[in-house]
């Protein structure tokens, strides 16, 4: 007893000289760790609203229980598969086209032997990222005008009348990913770069006295090394599959693409904000986070069996 007893004092001690020396570092979280609190936990707290018929007069509390009502409305209701459906489709087709993309572009990167030519070519690929979002959908509606855009000139100069794309249903997934590609696709490849500069250049001099190719090293070298990588970063995109950007879908959307272009998040939008139905649009809004949870986890044990990397 008297052994296990100093063993525990010691580890006591250890502990806190731990603690003791790790204080500085407790005071620099301290300030994100209160952010994360107020921001992100308190309002959990409102999820009850869910679960109620909720009037701003009653408050939280003296609201009147509903159970299940408001998500069985929803379920229930017309905008339930149009949303569902734009949402995974847009999601789902920014995934297959956009994870890849941004890989490709940081092998291509990573090639450059020029340096100044390299610097100049991630700079001008990283710029797209900084535009704000409603400039980045100014610029789309003037670019796609069909009687004032810089498109439709170009190809009336060759007397073809191109259609109003903003105002397709099937158009309007291609116009929000293609340009969502666009910006982002230089940024998103800075985590791949990072990753392929971390690779031991030993492996790269080992293909080339064994006479590898610059394909063969791409294939046999970079690929399967930042697999890993590739895996989190998709683990993490997935488990976003119904979470859209609320503004820059909002701010595309008119009244004639509006079948192909209601996702949740705008649905949520109106009908929280515009009409009032907090319960509801909270409902709407748990679903959501439950099915991206629930993604998320099957995406993640999927990762895990198959290349023995996970997030947990």
């Known amino acids: 007893m008297k052994n296990v007893t100093k063993v525990a004092k010691g580890t006591q001690a250890s502990l806190g000289r731990r603690l003791k020396k790790s204080i500085p570092l407790y005071i620099l979280l301290f300030p994100s760790a209160v952010l994360l609190l107020c ?3 308190l309002p959990m707290y409102g999820l009850i609203i869910a679960f109620k018929d909720f009037t701003p007069a009653l408050g939280i509390m003296g609201s009147p229980w509903v159970g299940f009502k408001h998500f069985l409305k929803f379920f229930n209701s017309y905008q339930f598969g149009i949303t569902l459906k734009n949402t995974l489709a847009i999601s789902i087709y920014g995934i297959i086209v956009g994870f890849p993309l941004p890989i490709a572009l940081a092998l291509l990167c990573n090639q450059i032997r020029n340096q100044k030519f390299k610097k100049i070519f991630q700079v001008t690929t990283y710029l797209p990222h900084f535009i704000s979002t409603m400039v980045m959908c100014g610029l789309i509606l003037i670019f796609l005008s069909p009687s004032s855009g810089i498109i439709a000139n170009v190809f009336r100069l060759f007397g073809i009348e191109i259609p ?3 105002a397709s249903v099937s158009a309007f997934k291609h116009v929000y990913v293609w340009s969502d590609i666009w910006q982002h696709l230089g940024w998103d490849s800075i985590i791949f770069l990072a990753a392929l500069s971390a690779i031991d250049p030993t492996y790269y ?3 080339t006295i064994d006479g590898a190719s610059v394909m063969q090293k791409i294939r046999y070298i970079d690929l399967p090394l930042i697999l890993s990588t590739a895996m989190i970063l998709l683990i ?3 488990g976003s599959i119904l979470s859209i950007g609320f503004e ?3 701010l595309l959307q008119n009244t004639q693409n509006a079948m192909g272009s209601e996702i949740i998040s705008t ?4 009908v929280g904000m515009q009409s009032f139905q907090y319960s509801l649009s909270t409902a709407i809004g748990l679903f959501n986070t439950v099915v991206n949870l629930a993604v998320l986890l099957i995406v993640n044990w999927f990762s895990k069996k198959m290349t023995d990397t996970s997030l947990i």
């Not at 649905?267 to 109106?270: F, M």
Request: aromatic share 26%; net charge positive.
């Open 39 to 41: 921001f992100a936990y």
């Open 164 to 166: 109003n794309l903003m």
């Open 205 to 207: 001099e080992a293909a």
């Open 236 to 238: 993490l995109r997935a």
């Open 248 to 250: 820059k879908v909002f």
């Open 267 to 270: 649905y949520v939008y109106k």
